[in-house]
């Protein structure tokens, strides 16, 4: 890619600095206080909430350098409002979802992140889309069936996640799902009862209905200001 395809303004490489600098801060001092805390807790329960913490704030960290690293590496500029999105995004599900139990303390903070994954994703389908006409000299694509792209694509990460919720629950016995009828935290306990029948399927059917209704928001978006679908709909001579 190159690298002049994305400008932006000092002001806002400036906020963007700030924005992950803050980010930064506050991952390392939960970081620093969870391995603090793993040399004086002795209960195992606890600790293996505090570990799996942990790795959580790596995690973002990870999503932190990332542009750095694929620009380095792959040569590869990651536009600044698909970055912020999807950092904003990890901070809602790794720190406060996973490392501070929002998962297991707000009963809808899992709906409240797939509701927005399927509104990110769709702008991600649409920077893609413009990303693909910027390479083509001559490229038309439907309004029709680039909304339809726009909400498939939002379905099919959506489908994905759920598959490697799945494996993980399986493989490490969590429950990203929310299978259990007595916790919707991620880490459970083997005092923790499963759901049974069709209401253990209720979260995931949730999941996937909210990333739907995420995407055909953004569509809505789109149909609203005509100028700008326009540009990702055509680009010709």
Request: hydrophobic letters at 50%; charged letters at 20%.
């Amino acid at each position: 890619m190159n690298n002049n395809e994305f400008e932006y303004s000092e002001k806002t490489k400036r906020r963007v600095r700030i924005f992950k600098r803050i980010l930064s801060f506050i991952v390392l001092i939960l970081a620093i206080a969870t391995m603090v805390a793993l040399f004086y807790v002795k209960k195992e329960k606890m600790r293996v909430r505090l570990f799996f913490s942990l790795l959580q704030y790596i995690a973002m960290s990870i999503v932190l350098i990332s542009p750095r690293l694929l620009k380095k590496f792959a040569n590869f500029e990651v536009p600044v409002e698909v970055h912020i999105s999807v950092t904003a995004f990890a901070f809602l599900g790794l720190v406060l979802g996973d490392g501070l139990n929002f998962y297991g303390k707000i009963g809808w903070w899992d709906s409240l992140l797939h509701f927005t994954s399927g509104i990110i994703l769709s702008f991600i389908a649409l920077w893609l889309l413009q990303m693909l006409i910027l390479r083509r000299k001559y490229l038309f694509m439907h309004r029709a069936l680039l909304y339809i792209f726009v909400v498939a694509f939002s379905l099919a990460v959506g489908a994905v996640w759920e598959l490697c919720e799945y494996t993980v629950d399986d493989i490490f016995h969590t429950n990203n799902q929310q299978y259990m009828a007595t916790t919707r935290a991620t880490i459970v306990s083997s005092d923790d009862e499963p759901l049974e029948g069709h209401d253990a399927l209720a979260d995931t059917m949730k999941d996937l209905a909210l990333d739907l209704a995420g995407a055909i928001l953004v569509v809505c978006y789109e149909c609203s200001k005509k100028e700008i679908t326009q540009y990702y709909v055509s680009k010709k001579d």
